[in-house]
Antibody
């Protein structure tokens, strides 16, 4: 069964970092791209960036460049999204999603991880 | 970098058809056919409804269809049903090897 399982909810203080994981199963991990998307309370989906699991190359949306790092561990078939210098506006549900290279669409998605930034 | 533009809300009665627009620029919707649509119920993972402008994945109802003209893509839901009530988002590849989502549309079944 093709699925993405994300790590549990996190509560962080402003200025801290958070690392969210996304474990893939049911297919050949290294042949896919993995994307990260977030949704803040009352807001829409916001694209963050992606990684090619084959060689670890990553690309970030301009809004997150310099503050977000996406990595992968092929032995664990897991992708990670780490965000630094957290602020209250980063409170959101974070999703990972899979893309077959050059398909241009995302399926399946992880269940989402709630990250709350509060002092 | 700005989001693609969608209407905030669209509503219709059961059995009617509705259309949601998604307007971008030559750097995204207008320049590529990598437009997809997602249904999102609060608290759940988004679900792919349409890929590459107009392709319907296996398991998605025939009542959902997609199209594109110029800088605007559209999602049409025909034979509207109560279960279609959700938020809908378009997404497009954007020049620079990244992607963008639409602002989202809340669909209400009257």
């Amino acid at each position: 069964q093709v699925q993405l399982v994300q790590s549990g909810a996190e509560v962080k203080k402003p200025g801290a970092s958070v690392k969210v994981s996304c474990r893939a199963s049911g297919y050949t991990f290294s042949t896919y791209n993995f994307h990260w998307v977030r949704q803040a309370p009352g807001q829409g989906l916001e694209y963050m960036g992606w990684i090619y699991a084959g060689n670890g190359d990553s690309t970030y949306s301009h809004n997150f460049q310099g503050r977000v790092t996406i990595t992968r561990d092929t032995s664990a078939t897991t992708v990670y999204m780490e965000m630094s210098s957290l602020r209250s506006e980063d409170t959101a549900v974070y999703y990972c999603a899979r893309e077959k290279p050059a398909d241009g669409w995302f399926d399946p998605w992880g269940q989402g991880t709630q990250v709350t930034v509060s002092s | 970098q700005s989001a693609l533009t969608q209407p905030a809300s669209v509503s219709g009665s059961p059995g009617q058809s509705i259309t949601i627009s998604c307007t971008g620029t030559s750097s995204d919707v207008g320049g590529y056919n990598y437009v997809s649509w997602y249904q999102h119920h609060p608290g759940k993972a988004p679900k792919l409804m349409i890929s590459t402008v107009s392709n319907r994945p296996s398991g998605v109802s025939y009542r959902f269809s997609g199209s594109k003209s110029g800088y605007t893509a559209s999602l049409t839901i025909s034979g509207l049903q109560a279960e279609d009530e959700a938020d809908y988002y378009c997404a497009s590849y954007r020049r620079g090897n990244t992607y963008a989502f639409g602002t989202g549309t809340k669909v209400t079944v009257l």
